[in-house]
């Protein structure tokens, strides 16, 4: 096979999201619209991707460069598309990145649900040395452009406002994917011209190019629209939403997954589960999740970037959040419900984090317990250790973070400050109330708080009369 080259058309304004943001960075399950058509374009292997830009250009160019991996294996370049003067025109700002012995891809920045291995069809079909059309049948094909043939053979792809009554009754329709030899490309994008509707250079007209010159056109039809649907509207961004997420529901639960309701559900990256996973209602999953054997989750969490072992059991209303940093959970581990976990939250078996407590940047050895309304953050906690109701950890001193050191089976009374750095030995109390500010021996009882005091037939103050 060739080499492979693909052209991704993203210079559009798209007008009807009635949005700044320029309508390829606009979001379908956690990431742009382009970056799914990146992502696809990659599985290919290709030797290099053309991006061509337009509304937005600086924008869209700069958010690109960020979802390309320091290791990915193909070139990465921007041609600009100014003013923008139809498909034709946008693909001819690509010539000069495309070498005359490959095959190029074309795909659209907007289309993000294409799979690779279609678009791998779409090239076996075109052999290298064809035309080779992505294409499928619709109920109503309004707006696209009709495939035009005599017997099986392509002849043209005819614009829908450019389309005769007869022409509008087909409902095979052109895509927008399209596989066309380089060199061939080239001499068909300098012939084009804008004697049309809508005074555009349309790609669409190579195809009565290739049929005058003798090149096959040759049509890979699929039966699933949603690996072509575009988004043009929030409405069609929101309908495509649903559908995408229908299918990763779908695909859980053929693997055992059990979801209490598969249509609230949203999956924004990767969602591993093993066996006898339950989820229940509204969970969102972000960036990479890993779900151990038999790991339950209750009704409205969000879980990004996290790892829970097995028979973890995620309460209502928790919030893990790992980012770069990352969250494990331990085997057996109940969390929350209320509970937050922040990037570095490391827990051991057996932990226990309940109602309104949040760690973050912090180990908790077996069988740790924070249960209610309590902080830990840079803190280093031993198995079996308690820490109390309201009790905190005190670890930034207005410039600088420091590190809370608790040993094994100590136990923090309610109310507590530890103020950072401080190492609590092994084995010891802490009174509630108490606010330390020094380490504190093994297996001691540490106060600090001051002595009671209770004055008798005190009076409080009272209003002055007016």
């Known amino acids: 096979m060739a080499e492979v080259d693909v052209v991704i058309m993203a210079a559009g304004k798209g007008t009807r999201m009635k949005s700044k943001l320029p309508k390829v960075l606009h979001s379908l399950a956690g990431r742009a619209l382009l970056a799914h058509v990146v992502d696809t374009a990659s599985a290919l292997q290709p030797r290099n991707v053309v ?3 337009g509304h937005g250009a600086t924008e869209v160019e700069a958010a690109l460069a960020g979802y390309i991996s320091a290791s990915a294996l193909f070139s990465l370049n921007f041609a600009r598309q100014e003013p923008q003067l139809g498909t034709g025109h946008a693909v001819q700002q690509a010539l000069p990145y495309l070498a005359d012995d490959g095959v190029v891809i074309v795909l659209s920045g907007d289309v993000p649900l294409t799979r690779a291995d279609t678009l791998r069809q779409l090239l ?12 499928l049948e619709l109920p109503d094909p309004s707006g696209y452009g009709r495939i035009v043939r005599e017997g099986d053979a392509v002849q043209a792809i005819v614009e829908h406002k450019d389309a005769s009554e007869a022409q509008r009754a087909i409902r095979e329709i052109y895509s927008g994917i399209m596989a066309v030899p380089a060199a061939r490309l080239r ?19 190579i195809v009565k190019m290739a049929v005058a010159d003798g090149v ?8 699933d629209e949603l690996q072509v649907a575009g988004v043009n509207s929030p409405v069609q961004l929101a309908e495509l939403e649903r559908a995408y997420q229908r299918q990763q529901a779908l695909a859980l639960m053929e693997q055992g997954v059990r979801l209490a309701d598969p249509a609230r559900l949203d999956v924004r990256g990767s969602l ?3 066996q006898d996973v339950s989820i229940d209602v509204n969970c969102v999953f972000e960036g990479t999740v890993v779900l151990g054997e038999g790991v339950r989750i209750g009704a409205n969490c969000v879980i990004a970037n996290a790892r829970l072992a097995a028979g973890v059991v995620v309460h209502p209303f928790t919030h893990i959040d790992g980012e770069k940093a990352g969250v494990t959970v331990g085997a057996g581990s109940l969390i929350g419900p209320f509970a937050r976990l922040r990037p570095g939250a490391q827990l051991g078996d057996e932990v226990h984090i309940g109602n309104f407590v949040e760690v973050k940047n912090s180990t908790m050895g077996d069988g740790a317990k924070a249960n209610h309304l309590a902080y830990l953050g840079d803190a280093t906690v031993g198995a079996r250790v308690n820490f109390g109701a309201g009790s905190i950890t005190a670890n930034y001193d ?8 608790i040993g094994d089976d100590v136990h923090v009374g309610s109310n507590c400050v530890l103020v950072a750095p401080i190492t609590l030995g092994a084995g010891g109390t802490v009174g509630g109330g108490s606010t ?3 380490d504190t021996p093994a297996g001691a009882l540490s106060v600090a708080r001051g002595r009671q005091v209770a004055i008798a037939n005190w ?8």
């Open 51 to 53: 991006v061509i830009t």
């Open 124 to 135: 076996a079909v075109g052999g290298g040395d064809k035309l080779a059309l992505l294409t």
């Open 187 to 205: 001499t068909w994008l300098g012939r084009l011209d804008n004697r049309n509707a809508q005074s555009e250079y349309y790609l669409t007209d």
């Open 216 to 223: 096959p056109v040759v049509a890979h039809k699929i039966t």
């Open 272 to 274: 591993e589960c093993a």
């Open 398 to 405: 207005g410039a600088n973070k420091h590190r809370t050191v």
């Open 436 to 438: 330390l500010t020094k």
């Open 459 to 466: 009076s409080r103050p009272k209003k002055a009369k007016p």
